[in-house]
């Protein structure tokens, strides 16, 4: 006699958890594909395959479900960035490995998703008040890893660094736009390469 073994029922979380990732994954989807405007509740429901119901029992509103969609992709940066400042054995190389790792998100579909929500948030006061947050703690947290970076290196520039840091959030913003007309990651890489030759050389000297 054959027994058929039964697999374990999920647990209510582990079914909470797994929803909600699918609609973050069709949300990030459907932004990339049809930017901020065709990222509907409704266009999300299609992509997740679940009915309207199971998604606004995790995200009430539109505002808060972009919100959640940026706050992932910025848990997930705060941990690539953390290790990678941590590789380095020197501030300089510390430094590089930040900057590397910035630009590989470039590429990245989440890249393109936050890009569009941070653009909507312009003429969107809920979206801005859901976002703007969590957005503006991960600004925070970059500038202190940099400031850190530089002062183990003797460095103590404030100003200078600010204005460092905003022409590289232009390119790295400027890059992802490129890639997602045309994503050519060879000239993507060719590009970053001189820029960050560029800001390792005024930072810390040739």
């Not at 405007?37 to 995790?58: F, K, N, P, V």
């Not at 997930?76 to 290790?83: G, K, N, P, S």
């Not at 948030?121 to 850190?148: I, T």
């Not at 390119?171 to 000239?187: D, K, S």
Request: net charge positive; proline share 4%; with cysteine.
């Amino acid at each position: 006699m054959t027994t058929t073994a039964t697999r374990p029922r999920r647990s209510q979380a582990d079914r909470s958890a797994a929803t909600r990732a699918r609609v973050l994954a069709a949300a990030r989807d459907v932004l990339c594909s049809q930017g901020y405007s065709g990222a509907t509740m409704l266009a999300i429901r299609d992509a997740a395959g679940m009915s309207l119901g199971a998604i606004q029992h995790q995200f009430p509103t539109k505002a808060k479900l972009m919100a959640a969609v940026a706050g992932e992709f910025a848990a997930y940066r705060t941990r690539v960035y953390v290790e990678a400042i941590r590789a380095g054995t020197t501030p300089r190389q510390s430094m590089e490995n930040l900057i590397d790792a910035n630009y590989q998100m470039v590429s990245r579909p989440e890249m393109a998703a936050v890009l569009e929500i941070h653009l909507a948030r312009r003429n969107d006061p809920d979206l801005d008040q859901e976002v703007g947050p969590s957005a503006r703690r991960f600004d925070r947290r970059v500038r202190l890893w940099g400031h850190m970076i530089l002062r183990a290196a003797g460095i103590d520039n404030d100003e200078a660094y600010q204005t460092l840091q905003l022409l590289n959030n232009a390119v790295t913003r400027g890059l992802t736009v490129e890639y997602i007309r045309n994503p050519n990651m060879a000239l993507i890489e060719r590009s970053v390469a001189i820029w960050k030759r560029q800001m390792l050389e005024l930072v810390f000297g040739p």
